[in-house]
């Protein structure tokens, strides 16, 4: 119990610590605190190292609360019987608390029922975790109807703005000249360096140790990975597929790994939340289920870090997926004869092009738009903006601040 009671101290003074020293940014995120009053159970899911802990700091930041980061090494192998220790020294530390905040208690096995316990106790309770399958199986069935899970992202365009701390003026709703060119410097830096926070906060090299961290503790032993080396090869094999197809037959062969491997750790790495994927639009399902699927990464940080690629238009793309996902968009490409669309979601088409002026746009952009059937139909350009014939032509700067998807 002493030892347990020297963690929990210590984990709090370095909370405290953080929020003494840092400049803590604002995420753009909804009211997420509403979800605690039934009391609920909030889940924070997403990428490691992408804020999920500090974002639920701050929402209990004016409330007495208990805090508990299983991510310790000394709570390492901390079975489901102690945990009844650890509330029971929670209350000794900080008092009859009404709010918990655990951070990856996903690592404890039963976890479920002992913070549902505490739900039915009347408590309000914040969970992190940085693998998607937290709440799925005998977990949803356990907390069905009484928790809320909410993905967050590494700092999204306008947060890293915000951190940066860059003064955009405007003036009747249009930027001026100067913001937009400060804009469109900015944007190149982001491409370059990403969202993650420690990355901006301490340096660019830290994306190779985040990238690391996550295939080891969110991958490799989750899945109980033997072949670590060869899995990080083919964690970066994936991640230069992004904005492209991939087919994972082909891949098993050029690795010389069996199917069900390949696609054992393809998961693995979209549960971790490194991935994401884009299903093809068909009205066919057995056509969806066996057509490739898209891959984009989960942070720009890690395409010009790993996968050595300076293409613009693809990263373009990929910057537009990851931003119609965090406003809640299922991300689905159309694929027709001679023609492809990017991004088909709801009665809104969106195709993306590295281009700074309409000449420079391919016919063939416009020509797949043409084809198909939806109310909107939108082009992402570097740096042109119009409206012809019903297209509207959008800077992905613009995008990327002004629009939800």
Do not use: C
Not at 8 to 13: A, E, F, I, N, R
């Amino acid at each position: 119990m002493s030892e347990i009671k020297q963690v929990l101290v210590d984990q709090k003074v370095r909370l405290e610590r953080k929020f003494e020293r840092e400049r803590i940014i604002e995420r753009d995120v909804p009211d997420l605190k509403k979800y605690l009053n039934h009391p609920n159970i909030l889940a924070i899911l997403g990428v490691r190292r992408s804020g999920k802990s500090t974002l639920a700091e701050m929402l209990l930041r004016n409330e007495d609360f208990g805090y508990v980061n299983f991510d310790d090494d000394r709570l390492a192998g901390i079975k489901t019987e102690d945990l009844h220790k650890l509330e029971k020294t929670v209350y000794e530390l900080f008092g009859d608390v009404n709010y918990f905040l655990f951070d990856e208690i996903h690592n404890v096995e039963g976890w479920e029922l002992f913070v549902n316990r505490l739900r039915e106790d009347g408590k309000k309770v914040i969970v992190t975790g940085s693998n998607s399958k937290m709440l799925s199986g005998e977990l949803s069935t356990a907390l069905t109807g009484r928790h809320t899970d909410f993905t967050l992202f590494p700092f999204s365009f306008s947060e890293y703005l915000r951190f940066k701390g860059v003064k955009i003026e405007e003036i009747g709703g249009v930027f001026t000249t100067p913001s937009e060119g400060l804009i469109k410097r900015e944007l190149e830096k982001y491409i370059k360096v990403g969202g993650f926070p420690e990355v901006l906060k301490i340096s660019e090299d830290l994306v190779f140790s985040i990238f690391s961290d996550i295939v080891y503790k969110d991958v490799v032993q989750r899945l109980k990975i033997k072949r670590v080396e060869m899995f990080k090869a083919f964690a970066v094999n994936v991640i230069k597929y992004y904005s492209n197809e991939i087919s994972l037959s082909r891949l098993s062969k050029t690795l010389k790994l069996s199917n069900n491997t390949v696609e054992e750790w393809f998961n693995g790495l979209i549960n971790a939340y490194v991935i994401l994927t884009s299903e093809r639009f068909t009205t066919k399902p057995r056509e969806g289920m066996t057509s490739p699927k898209k891959v984009y990464v989960v942070d720009p940080g890690f395409i010009s870090a790993l996968a050595l690629d300076n293409s613009t238009g693809r990263i373009m793309e990929n910057l537009v997926a990851i931003h119609l996902v965090r406003n809640g968009v299922k991300l689905f490409y159309l694929k027709g004869d001679n023609y492809e669309i990017d991004f088909v979601t709801g009665d809104k088409a969106i195709q993306v092009t590295y281009a700074s002026g309409r000449d420079e746009i391919p016919k063939r952009e416009i020509e797949g738009l043409i084809k198909v059937k939806a109310r909107e139909k939108v082009v992402i350009t570097w740096d042109y903006e119009d409206e012809i014939g019903g297209v509207k032509f959008i800077p992905i700067w613009m995008f990327l601040l002004r629009q939800k998807g």
